[in-house]
Nanobody
Framework: QVQLVESGGGLVQPGGSLRLSCAAS????????MGWYRQTPGKQRELVAW???????NYADSVKGRFTISRDNAKNMVLLQMNSLKPEDTAVYYC??????WGQGTQVTVSS
């Protein structure tokens, strides 16, 4: 049974940083396409970043240059380093394995 558990969300001031973690069980992050999505109330879930099995990455234009997705294969985790956070980054962030399996989400709030 695949499980994805996100952590690391919270409240941060504009310009600050957070690192989200996604711990996977029942599957290997190293051989799957892993991604982060986010969602705000009343809006569709949107792509934030992807990392493919061979290591290539892709980012939404709104986060390019500020967010970095990576994997820790030893810990079977996917990470999202978020820098220079803006109020519009406020959302629930979800980890996904190939958009088939999803975590429960972690809230990120950027506010002064």
């Amino acid at each position: 049974q695949v499980q994805l558990v996100e952590s690391g969300g919270g409240l941060v001031q504009p310009g600050g940083s957070l690192r989200l973690s996604c711990a996977a069980s029942g599957m290997l992050v190293s051989v799957n396409a892993m991604g982060w999505y986010r969602q705000t109330p009343g809006k569709q879930r949107e792509l934030v970043a992807w990392i493919l099995s061979h290591g290539s990455t892709n980012y939404a234009d709104s986060v390019k240059g500020r967010f970095t997705i990576s994997r820790d294969n030893a810990k079977n985790m996917v990470l999202l380093q978020m820098n220079s956070l803006k109020p519009e980054d406020t959302a629930v962030y979800y980890c996904t394995a190939a958009t088939i399996h999803w975590g429960q989400g972690t809230q990120v709030t950027v506010s002064s």
